[in-house]
């Protein structure tokens, strides 16, 4: 089963950036689509962006549209979130997921344990 760790989280003030990085192991990421979900304190879990396997496919919440960008080394075997433009409302510990052979991510096969990012205020 695909392993995953996030970092790159932290604090950053408004208008800054952070690029979380999601390495995987036991597995190749390019066989995998990988979602960045996150989850705000006292809310529900939302996917954020996903990757196809194919890496031909990204989508993004509208939220973060023209901020974020998802993207992939498969060298590295690592999936990035590039966050440009953060807003203290981004504060959430956010997770990389990993679905076998998909266009999607609803992270079925694998999680990661999160990285908090805070946006101070």
């Known amino acids: 089963q695909l392993q995953l760790v996030e970092s790159g989280g932290g604090l950053v003030q408004p208008g800054g950036s952070l690029r979380l990085s999601c390495t995987a192991s036991?597995?190749?990421?390019?066989?995998?689509?990988i979602g960045w979900f996150r989850q705000a304190p006292g809310k529900e879990r939302e996917e954020v962006s996903c990757i196809s396997s194919t890496g031909t496919v990204r989508t993004y919440v509208d939220s973060v549209k023209g901020r974020f960008t998802i993207s992939r080394d498969v060298a590295k075997n690592t999936v990035y979130l590039q966050m440009n433009s953060l807003k203290p409302q981004n504060t959430a510990v956010y997770y990389c997921a990993a679905d076998l052979y998909s266009s999607r991510c609803r992270g079925q096969d694998s999680w990661g344990q999160g990285t908090p990012v805070t946006g101070s205020s």
């Open positions: 036991a597995g190749t990421v390019d066989y995998y689509a």
